[in-house]
């Protein structure tokens, strides 16, 4: 399997997969689910799939898809493919990342194992001031290498679609750069990439006395910039103690909007923060969802926001508490999951560690977690008509596994058993 580009190559080949074990095909419309059709999947036993210009044409039982009328029609140039017994999955969509860093953040990790408190951690040299640094003084080419490498690693684990954040930057020019890194990133690689501003990450050193200052320049010169250069299709906020307020979150979110830019944002992480006039906001998604008043939950059902969960950063800082996904979910919330890989409290870039810990941990089915994993993802990138389900007219993003059942893929946990991607109709080189 060799890696292929989409870009200046001809039609992707007419394909039939055949001999799979257990389809997952999400099938059940393009909207994100809810409740218990968290609970369907789609599973299809003995599957078949066909492929053309990198789009999904049918999937379903082999006997059937064998007999479709297309086989017959384009039986000569047709490729067969023999899946022998596989588990094949839509490929994940991993909703909420942060690739643009350039070295791991071994001092946090060391310093956490021994004890220290987050204050430490930053007295030591550590915290995202040790990342922000990295970003300042790297080439736009070097950040690209790095994102490119974590865009490898999360399709060797099955992932076909990545959001990708800015964010340790933090002024203008690192910002731009990080962004302008990420669409290099993508264009190299044959997936999709769904780029999001996150310069109000936190409030940077040389602003630490004076916040608002810094938003003034983040609404007046940053956010005109990424959209005049069409560098992001999110603006984010991690609105949180020690990040940014209530009031500053909403106005960077009412200057998105009026530069045609669609929100997400962090909250929730480590302490409450009323959802209300958040939501009222309308953003896609609100992610993390740690600390949430019960009227929060009701809020975030009512609404169409998704809500992502990252349960990866609770497991890293060893957070005693997970978000509440069994209770979001009962009451009709729409529940995404998503790795949050970052350096320096979610270094995984891992789909199916992030299964397991919501099995595991968050008292999530199977069942839920795969459609939280996929078309829910999906829905979180706005991206429900083209991705996270293997059914007609969807883009052919698959992820192949070496297992024969689809509950084993949490079950499994710190393994990887993904033996191939397909993004767009072609197999990628696993690397
Ligand atoms: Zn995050």
Known sequence: MKATSNVHEPAAPAILLHRISQLVTMAGGEEARRGPAMREIGLIRNGAVLISGGQIVAAGAQSEILRHPWVRRHRRELIELDCRGKLVLPGFVDSHTHPAFTAPRLIDFEKRAAGASYAEIAAAGGGIRASLTGVRSSSE????????????????????????????????????????????????????????????????????????????????????????????????????????????????????????????????????????????????????LDELRREDIRALAASDA??????????????????????????????????????????????????SLATTQMKMTVEEALVAATINGACALELGARKGSVTAGKDADLAFFELDDYRELPYWFGANHCVATMMAGRFADLG
């Not at 769904?194 to 956010?223: I, N, Q, S, W």
Request: charged share 20%.
């Open 306 to 355: 998704i809500a992502t969960l990252l349960p990866g950063a609770n497991y890293f800082l060893a957070t005693k508490k997970y978000p509440p996904a069994r209770k979001l979910i009962d009451i009709g919330a729409a529940v995404a999951l998503a790795t949050d890989y970052n350096p320096g409290t979610a270094p995984t870039i891992s789909m199916p560690m992030i299964l």
């Open 141 to 288: 080419a070097k950040l690209a290498d790095h994102i490119l490498g974590a865009l490898h690693q999360a399709q060797a684990q099955g992932t076909t679609t990545v959001e990708a954040k800015s964010g340790y930057g933090l002024d203008a020019a690192s910002e731009l750069k990080s962004l302008r890194a990420i669409r290099s990133a993508a264009q190299q690689w044959p997936g999709t990439v769904v780029a999001t501003f996150l310069g109000a990450h936190v409030p940077p050193p040389e602003f630490r006395e004076k916040p608002d200052a810094y938003v003034d320049l983040l609404c007046r010169e940053m956010l005109p910039r990424i959209s005049r250069g069409g560098l992001a299709r999110y603006v984010d906020v991690f609105c949180e103690q020690g990040a940014f307020t209530l009031a500053q979150t909403l106005r960077i979110l009412a200057e998105a909007a009026k530069h045609k830019l669609r929100t997400r944002v962090h909250v929730g992480q480590l302490s409450n923060t009323p959802l209300e006039t958040i939501l009222a906001a309308r953003p896609v998604s609100l992610d993390h």
